[in-house]
């Protein structure tokens, strides 16, 4: 059988796990995270970044940074996971979903500023597929309405948008270190702050409220409650497990993307052939190959190559029902404009297995099948 899924794992994991614990150092905020935290800066050229327990946790954090209230609009793409929508529900903020684009499956930036109303408070693009939002666009509307953007780039670790890092070009950007994702700490996750007067307020949240970091510095002698927070902070011992890949990063990405190119190749016969569609990558989008879709003509079709996919020993998958159609959306959101895209591209869209050690024989042997469906 071939996984859709196998969470990355690097031999250094075990030594940095070994070495957490050895020197007794598990809880949060450790040697490991203080790492993780410097190399994300270094990498994205982000003001400050905080490790989180996941990219759940950290759009939380940043709705509560962004001071997001009940009633407020924030406008998102329906077509994401969960989170997306739960962090500022939870503010009790309504939810506005805007139509995707077909080619990338983000926000369809042309449809944003018609949803803009006096409540809108914040935009949040959603990088699907580690494929940039159109964000030089996004971030004009952002300055012409004083809109906050909190960035989901979940997906997107090690991507980029005209040279700058995803995660670190809005207010606020949310990394996802979940298994499933390109680096991985089990659960886990970052927030990117850009503005450096953010950075005391969100170290405040993340601690439950209080200066403990500050403390921790050596900047105050005794720590104290200070604001309303939570606990975003991850033991050190998931950080050492992250650190490992951060280390390897550019490695990992390189063999990612051979997958990613050789599916495409691989495929692209049968994408000429009018067969299937193939993802679609902007110019000055440079992405992470986090996953490979294929788009079938419709559910029906994307139904039966699962299951003869299924039959052939590999696992593909479909996600995210369009939020607007989920009971909570329903109660929670609403869908502005025509959903144009975003249910029937949705129902058409297959993944196919990718992972860091997935093998191009694999691969080759997956793309067959795809075409053996198609004959
Ligand atoms: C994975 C994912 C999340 C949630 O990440 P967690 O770290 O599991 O909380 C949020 N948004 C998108 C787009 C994702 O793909």
Same mark, same amino acid.
């Given at each position: 059988m071939i996984n859709f899924n196998v969470p990355p794992y690097v031999d250094k994991a075990m030594e940095y796990i070994q070495e957490c614990v050895r020197n007794q150092k598990i809880c949060g905020d450790g040697a490991f995270t203080r790492k993780c935290n410097e190399w994300i800066e270094k990498k994205t050229g982000t003001a400050k970044c905080l490790l989180t327990t996941s990219c759940t946790h950290a759009t939380e954090l940043a709705a509560l940074l962004c001071g997001v209230e009940p009633q407020d609009e924030v406008i998102m793409p329906s077509y994401t996971f969960v989170s997306t929508a739960n962090a500022f529900v939870l503010r009790g903020a309504v939810p506005v979903f805007v139509d995707i684009r077909p080619d990338t499956m983000n926000l369809d930036e042309k449809l944003i500023e018609a949803a803009i109303t006096e409540k809108t408070r914040a935009i949040v693009p959603v990088h699907y597929a580690g494929v940039a939002c159109e964000m030089d666009t996004i971030m004009a509307l952002a300055a012409k309405y004083g809109l906050k953007v909190i960035e989901d780039a979940a997906q997107g670790v090690m991507s980029s948008y005209k040279g700058r890092?995803?995660? *670190?070009?809005?207010?606020?950007?949310?990394? @996802?270190?979940?298994?499933?994702?390109?680096? @991985?700490?089990?659960?886990?996750? *970052?927030?990117?702050i850009q503005a450096p007067k953010d950075v005391e307020a969100a170290e405040i949240m993340r601690e439950k409220g209080t200066n403990r970091s500050m403390y921790y510095r050596g900047q105050i002698d005794k720590y104290t409650w200070i604001n309303y927070g939570s606990s975003y902070l991850p033991s050190d011992t998931n950080a050492a497990y992250l650190y490992a890949q951060l280390e390897i990063a550019e490695k990992m990405n390189d063999a990612r993307l051979a997958l990613w190119e050789r599916y495409y190749r691989n495929l692209a016969p049968l994408a000429e052939a009018g067969k299937i569609e193939l993802p679609v990558v902007p110019e000055g989008c440079v992405h992470n190959a986090h996953m490979f879709y294929i788009k079938a003509a419709d559910l029906e079709e994307r139904t039966?190559?699962?299951?003869?996919?299924?039959?052939?020993?590999?696992?593909?998958?479909?996600?995210?029902?369009?939020?607007?159609?989920?009971?909570?959306?329903?109660?929670?959101?609403?869908?502005?404009?025509?959903?144009?895209?975003?249910?029937?591209? @949705?129902?058409?869209?297959?993944?196919?297995p990718m992972y860091y050690g997935l093998t191009v024989e694999q691969v080759d042997y997956i793309c067959d099948m795809v075409k053996g469906f198609y004959v």
């Open positions: 890092a995803l995660g *670190a070009i809005g207010d606020f950007g949310c990394f @996802s270190f979940h298994e499933t994702k390109n680096y @991985s700490m089990g659960e886990g996750g *970052a927030l990117l039966e190559l699962l299951a003869y996919l299924k039959q052939k020993e590999i696992l593909s998958v479909f996600h995210y029902i369009p939020l607007h159609t989920a009971p909570a959306g329903v109660k929670f959101g609403r869908f502005h404009g025509e959903d144009r895209y975003t249910t029937k591209e @949705s129902e058409r869209l297959a993944r196919l």
